[in-house]
């Protein structure tokens, strides 16, 4: 099962505070099953370092952060993988994983959201018809030992 959420309405600014990405995306899921999040962005050169992390989230509260697996994101926050530097106009390059847990379920279903964060200032994510921010979320199933 596949999600994918798309901004082209123009473009959003990161800040020190987790800014949503995006819609959320949710998921048929079961207690285990392999989450895949593919974050396909641009960030624009100027401005701080942004991180990019992911959580699930349980009626509007953020209940697992994919860097640490818990209620905390990693300090600063964020995958290592979606560090994008200052000067560096570029984006998240790589997929992240996740195993739902128990209290990421509302009636058989997750939803993840996708978040920016910067340690400092600002930096712009672009966000267009040309240059559209896409994030896909994908069910692998169950790690079968």
């Known amino acids: 099962m596949v999600d994918t959420g798309f901004i082209t309405s123009g473009p959003v600014t990161v800040t020190t505070t ?3 990405l995006g819609t959320d995306l949710t998921l048929n899921a079961a207690v285990g099953d392999v989450l895949e999040v593919i974050p396909d962005l641009m960030a624009h050169t100027d401005g701080s370092d942004v991180q ?3 959580a699930t989230n349980v009626a509007g509260t953020d209940t697992n952060y994919w860097s640490t697996g818990d209620g905390t994101s990693r300090a600063p ?5 979606w560090y994008v530097p200052t000067g560096n106009y570029s984006g998240p390059r790589a997929s992240a994983h996740y195993t739902v ?3 990421d379920l509302v ?3 997750v939803t993840v959201r ?3 964060h910067v340690t400092g200032g ?7 018809a040309v240059c559209p921010t896409r994030i ?3 069910n692998r199933g169950p790690i079968i030992p």
């Open 136 to 138: 896909t979320l994908i």
């Open 114 to 116: 996708f978040y920016g």
């Open 107 to 109: 009636n058989g279903q």
């Open 101 to 103: 847990k128990a209290g």
């Open 18 to 20: 987790f800014t949503q």
């Open 122 to 128: 600002t930096r712009t994510v672009l966000n267009s």
């Open 77 to 81: 926050g964020g995958i290592s993988s």
């Open 52 to 54: 990019f992390e992911a």
